[in-house]
């Protein structure tokens, strides 16, 4: 780069994308700095370039006419702070060969320009054409390299300060920037491309950035690369990469994609050359298969020819098929309930609502209550709805995200969070966008995206399952019927979407899926309510339970899918609008939730014994109040159960005197206390 350029702030390039997606750079100083630099050079040279300068200068004078006390005519020379004409009038004398002193030969073309003006502009010609060179004294320079379209748009920045980066030059763009070192246009190719980056091209752009080292672009390939990591890998650029280069990949601490798509990624690299059965063991550790599913250890790993035929390999699998089975065998019976994310603090005026941004989980004794783990960064950002359930005792986070100023305002992103290890772990995203709060089960060994925005329409794309057996998403077949204010459920292993028909509300609409044929069954009752609430569901064999979210005037019941009947329920003693439902050793649990005023977060741990068909309160949660949350049930495991242990020990300490919960929950409320943690 020049030294004007060098030393120019970043703010002096304006990088305009136009509507095409052409990207226009423009030098908002150009003539001031081409103006310096031509006059450094001229001094530099004893006044070599003396004719070119006045050439400029004199179009940056222009004459004021006045006249004086008697009437006289007066004219004076004014110097000119714009700058504009005089590097017109330069770029003119350039096409009319005028005061040109060098021809640059490219091929068969020929470009007719100013010595000094290709020196101010570019450290590049300033060696070549002022230097030791012979160049310094030939009239004709040839230029090999680079194509003369790109020689044409890299003169045309250099007299008017403007250049266009489009599809067609930006590969050659940025070798002739690179060449000629001008880091202006060097930047705006790096812009262009890192715009241009999708799965198909970020190893190639990555591989492009490297060998010009352009820093900044390498990261944002590698970061897209990372960001989109299972799409990235079907593409075939991904099989041209060095092994160091998936090595990085993969030992990267950004990369926290489930171990399904890292093995998967390792197996079709592997395959691709047969060179590269040597580095399979090293890059199977990488992949730590004991954080697998079970499923896909057994149906996609175990039997890998590449792997039994591999005495290193082979042992390894052994390994890891042990793990899995202590794992599995390791499990405690009792069930405790996860708490994931949520709103904390009040809605009434002056108040600040703010998300909960951890998972924190209930046990089954008196006062147990931990933290588990917080959600992963990008699942607490405003605007995203966290869709929430638990699948062989992990908890699975189907997020839908809106971002306004993002170039791409809509994103999913799939999380599961491995209870065993206390490690999140992001899956392969839908095919498809569901907006806000959908459907979100699992049935038959498989997780259920349906619908959007609580609406599953007739029409619409937004079907579809994820096996965590081979871990790919497919599409199912649609519902026969458009419901709206839809609720969601897992029922004897098909998925149960509830809902109002379109434009009514007497008739409450049910369609089951049967995944063994991939089709709907659909029939309507009679509504429970006049009106039409809103409901959330909890489901203990053949009946969904149906909380709804509304006022007072809405009671509770239940749905039994076999006799196609509801059954009118009790309410809570308190009001949990929004609040959290999950069913735990056969009984449902409320917690938290706000008032029917949204003034503020009940504490209240209520549970309701179907049998009994009424509301206990079992305990009183005393921090980490929040609504809008989600929660599952998964059972414990030792590091749980060792905080939980924890936490007995130390409310023991801080309650001593209490014999039991619900005297101590009776003592805090009456006298005023923050209470005792929840069972």
Same mark, same amino acid.
């Given at each position: 780069?020049?030294?004007?350029?060098?030393?120019?702030?970043?703010?002096?390039?304006?990088?305009?994308?136009?509507?095409?997606?052409?990207?226009?750079?423009?030098? +908002?100083?150009?003539?001031?700095?081409?103006?310096?630099?031509?006059?450094?050079?001229?001094?530099?040279?004893?006044?070599?370039?003396?004719?070119?300068?006045?050439?400029?200068?004199?179009?940056?004078?222009?004459?004021?006419?006045?006249?004086?006390?008697?009437?006289?005519?007066?004219?004076?020379?004014?110097?000119?702070?714009?700058?504009?004409?005089?590097?017109?009038?330069?770029?003119?004398?350039?096409?009319?060969?005028?005061?040109?002193?060098?021809?640059?030969?490219?091929?068969?073309?020929?470009?007719?320009?100013?010595?000094?003006?290709?020196?101010?502009?570019?450290?590049?010609?300033?060696?070549?054409?002022?230097?030791?060179?012979?160049?310094?004294?030939?009239?004709?320079?040839?230029?090999?390299?680079?194509?003369?379209?790109?020689?044409?748009?890299?003169?045309?920045?250099?007299? +008017?300060?403007?250049?266009?980066?489009?599809?067609?030059?930006?590969?050659?763009?940025?070798?002739?920037?690179?060449?000629?070192?001008?880091?202006?246009?060097?930047?705006?190719?790096?812009?262009?491309?890192?715009?241009?980056?999708?799965?198909?091209?970020?190893?190639?752009?990555?591989?492009?950035?490297?060998?010009?080292?352009?820093?900044?672009?390498?990261?944002?390939?590698?970061?897209?690369?990372?960001?989109?990591?299972? &799409?990235?890998?079907?593409?075939?650029?991904?099989?041209?990469?060095?092994?160091?280069?998936?090595?990085?990949?993969?030992?990267?601490?950004?990369?926290?994609?489930?171990?399904?798509?890292?093995?998967?990624?390792?197996?079709?690299?592997?395959?691709?050359?047969?060179?590269?059965?040597?580095?399979?063991?090293?890059?199977?550790?990488?992949?730590?298969?004991?954080?697998? +599913?079970?499923?896909?250890?057994?149906?996609?790993?175990?039997?890998?020819?590449?792997?039994?035929?591999?005495?290193?390999?082979?042992?390894?699998?052994?390994?890891?098929?042990?793990?899995?089975?202590?794992?599995?065998?390791?499990?405690?019976?009792?069930?405790?309930?996860?708490?994931?994310?949520?709103?904390?603090?009040?809605?009434?005026?002056?108040?600040?609502?703010?998300?909960?941004?951890?998972?924190?989980?209930?046990?089954?004794?008196?006062?147990?209550?931990?933290?588990?783990?917080?959600?992963?960064?990008?699942?607490?950002?405003?605007?995203?709805?966290?869709?929430?359930?638990?699948?062989?005792?992990?908890?699975?986070?189907?997020?839908?995200?809106?971002?306004?100023?993002?170039?791409?305002?809509?994103?999913?992103?799939?999380?599961?969070?491995?209870?065993?290890? &206390?490690?999140?772990?992001?899956?392969?995203?839908?095919?498809?966008?569901?907006?806000?709060?959908?459907?979100?089960?699992?049935?038959?060994?498989?997780?259920?995206?349906?619908? +959007?925005?609580?609406?599953?329409?007739?029409?619409?794309?937004?079907?579809?399952?994820?096996?965590?057996?081979?871990?790919?998403?497919?599409?199912?077949?649609?519902?026969?019927?458009?419901?709206?204010?839809?609720?969601?459920?897992?029922?004897?292993?098909?998925?149960?979407?509830?809902?109002?028909?379109? *434009?009514?509300?007497?008739?409450?609409?049910?369609?089951?899926?049967?995944?063994?044929?991939?089709?709907?069954?659909?029939?309507?009752?009679?509504?429970?309510?006049?009106?039409?609430?809103?409901?959330?569901?909890?489901?203990?064999?053949?009946?969904?339970?149906?909380?709804?979210?509304?006022?007072?005037?809405?009671?509770?019941?239940?749905?039994?899918?076999?006799?196609?009947?509801?059954?009118?329920?009790?309410?809570?003693?308190?009001?949990?609008?929004?609040?959290?439902?999950?069913?735990?050793?056969?009984?449902?649990?409320?917690?938290?939730?706000?008032?029917?005023?949204?003034?503020?977060?009940?504490?209240?741990?209520?549970?309701?014994?179907?049998?009994?068909?009424?509301?206990?309160?079992? *305990?009183?949660?005393?921090?980490?109040?929040?609504?809008?949350?989600?929660?599952?049930?998964?059972?414990?495991?030792?590091?749980?159960?060792?905080?939980?242990?924890?936490?007995?020990?130390?409310?023991?300490?801080?309650?001593?005197?209490?014999?039991?919960?619900?005297?101590?929950?009776?003592?805090?409320?009456?006298?005023?206390?923050?209470?005792?943690?929840?069972?």
């Amino acid at each position: 780069m020049s030294e004007e350029e060098a030393d120019a702030p970043s703010d002096d390039f304006d990088y305009v994308f136009d509507d095409k997606g052409e990207l226009q750079v423009c030098d +908002t100083r150009h003539g001031r700095r081409l103006l310096q630099g031509v006059r450094r050079i001229n001094a530099n040279q004893e006044g070599e370039f003396a004719d070119l300068l006045k050439s400029i200068e004199k179009n940056l004078v222009t004459l004021v006419i006045t006249e004086d006390e008697k009437g006289n005519k007066l004219q004076y020379p004014k110097l000119q702070s714009d700058l504009a004409p005089a590097m017109t009038a330069l770029n003119e004398s350039r096409t009319t060969h005028t005061l040109c002193d060098v021809v640059l030969c490219v091929g068969d073309t020929k470009f007719h320009c100013h010595r000094a003006v290709l020196a101010a502009s570019s450290p590049f010609f300033a060696t070549l054409l002022l230097g030791e060179f012979r160049e310094r004294k030939d009239e004709k320079v040839r230029l090999n390299d680079v194509p003369s379209h790109i020689v044409s748009d890299v003169l045309d920045y250099f007299y +008017t300060g403007s250049i266009y980066i489009r599809n067609s030059n930006v590969e050659s763009m940025l070798h002739a920037a690179s060449l000629f070192q001008l880091s202006s246009v060097v930047t705006a190719c790096c812009k262009y491309l890192s715009r241009q980056l999708d799965s198909d091209n970020c190893f190639g752009i990555l591989h492009f950035a490297e060998f010009y080292s352009c820093k900044t672009l390498v990261e944002e390939a590698r970061a897209f690369a990372m960001d989109n990591f299972p &799409d990235t890998v079907r593409t075939g650029e991904f099989e041209l990469l060095s092994y160091d280069q998936v090595l990085f990949f993969l030992t990267d601490e950004r990369c926290q994609w489930c171990k399904e798509s890292v093995y998967e990624a390792v197996m079709k690299w592997t395959k691709s050359d047969t060179t590269r059965l040597q580095f399979l063991p090293a890059l199977l550790r990488c992949a730590d298969l004991r954080l697998m +599913t079970e499923d896909y250890f057994k149906f996609n790993v175990k039997h890998e020819p590449l792997i039994q035929n591999d005495p290193e390999c082979f042992e390894m699998i052994q390994e890891v098929e042990e793990d899995l089975f202590q794992q599995r065998t390791q499990r405690l019976p009792a069930e405790i309930l996860v708490q994931v994310g949520g709103i904390s603090g009040s809605e009434a005026a002056g108040h600040k609502p703010v998300k909960v941004p951890y998972m924190d989980c209930l046990g089954p004794w008196r006062c147990s209550h931990a933290i588990l783990s917080d959600l992963p960064f990008s699942l607490v950002s405003k605007n995203c709805y966290l869709n929430v359930l638990a699948m062989d005792d992990d908890i699975y986070i189907l997020a839908s995200m809106e971002r306004c100023q993002a170039e791409d305002p809509r994103e999913m992103q799939f999380w599961r969070y491995v209870s065993s290890a &206390d490690l999140w772990l992001r899956l392969p995203e839908p095919l498809t966008f569901h907006q806000g709060q959908f459907g979100f089960v699992a049935a038959g060994g498989r997780l259920y995206a349906i619908g +959007t925005n609580m609406t599953a329409e007739k029409g619409a794309e937004c079907y579809e399952s994820f096996s965590p057996r081979n871990n790919r998403w497919r599409k199912i077949a649609r519902v026969p019927h458009t419901v709206h204010k839809t609720v969601t459920s897992s029922c004897k292993d098909k998925v149960v979407v509830m809902g109002y028909w379109e *434009g009514r509300h007497e008739n409450f609409y049910v369609q089951t899926y049967d995944s063994s044929t991939d089709n709907w069954e659909h029939y309507d009752v009679d509504s429970y309510h006049c009106g039409k609430p809103q409901y959330q569901s909890a489901v203990l064999g053949s009946k969904i339970y149906l909380m709804p979210l509304l006022g007072r005037r809405f009671s509770m019941c239940a749905f039994d899918v076999e006799s196609r009947e509801f059954e009118k329920l009790p309410m809570p003693q308190q009001s949990h609008l929004h609040g959290g439902m999950a069913v735990v050793n056969g009984k449902i649990v409320l917690t938290g939730g706000s008032d029917y005023f949204k003034a503020y977060t009940c504490p209240v741990i209520e549970l309701l014994d179907p049998e009994r068909r009424e509301w206990l309160d079992v *305990g009183r949660q005393v921090e980490h109040l929040r609504r809008a949350h989600a929660a599952v049930t998964i059972r414990d495991c030792g590091w749980i159960h060792d905080k939980l242990v924890k936490a007995i020990e130390e409310n023991r300490k801080k309650y001593a005197e209490l014999d039991d919960f619900t005297a101590g929950y009776e003592l805090a409320r009456t006298e005023g206390e923050d209470g005792l943690p929840a069972l």
